[in-house]
């Protein structure tokens, strides 16, 4: 099973400010990787797939990037509902399908 | 716009069967897979299985012996059951569509989830 560890587990920042959350594998998942935002009471919803394309309608502040075991989730500047819980996953070798920890966005 | 709704016992007692169904609107299941993923309290998200248009199923290693999906294509519905539930089996489980984008498949829409306590 490919493992994926997320950090940090909290990231407490202002808006306006840049994120940047992490994600690794504990072996290479090439670069399919997905990273997914969910806030309280509702589900997931993609951002990112094949480690650095935006999904339909996610906007351009969010970015990705990484390969082989290494991934990053950027949002250039945040804005107050980008504040939420995120978490990456990866559809290299499955099953089973895996997903990170998941990394709490917090207002600072 | 594709939507996907869980339906099924919001209380199970330990020991029994959980069960539930994901209708599938505004899509066709071909050419996609349908998963179940849940999220428990306190703890990660985890895939637990899922199923194409034609029946060929993947199933989490940690549940494969408890766990069986399918579909009714006819209905646009897919289900899960999972056998000889314990607390352990406490949580919002969510029904996914998979599609195909650009390199591979991944998780684009989900149900809103439906909550399930394990319970005496």
Redesign the interface.
Known sequence: ?TVLTQSPATLSLSPGERATLSCRASQSVS??V?W?QQKPG?????LI??AS?R??GIPARFSGSGSETDFTLTISSLEPEDFAVY?C?Q??N?????????TRLEIK | QVLLQESGPGLVKPSETLSLTCTVSGDSMSGSYWNWIRLAPGKGVEWIGSISYSGSTGYNPSLRSRVAISVDTSKNQFSLRLTSVSAADTAVYYCARERWLQFNYYMDAWGKGTTVTVSS
């Open positions: 099973e670069s399919y997905a997914y509702q589900a997931p919803r993609l797939y094949d394309y999904a339909t978490y996953q559809r290299s499955w099953p089973p399908i895996t997903f990170g920890q998941g």
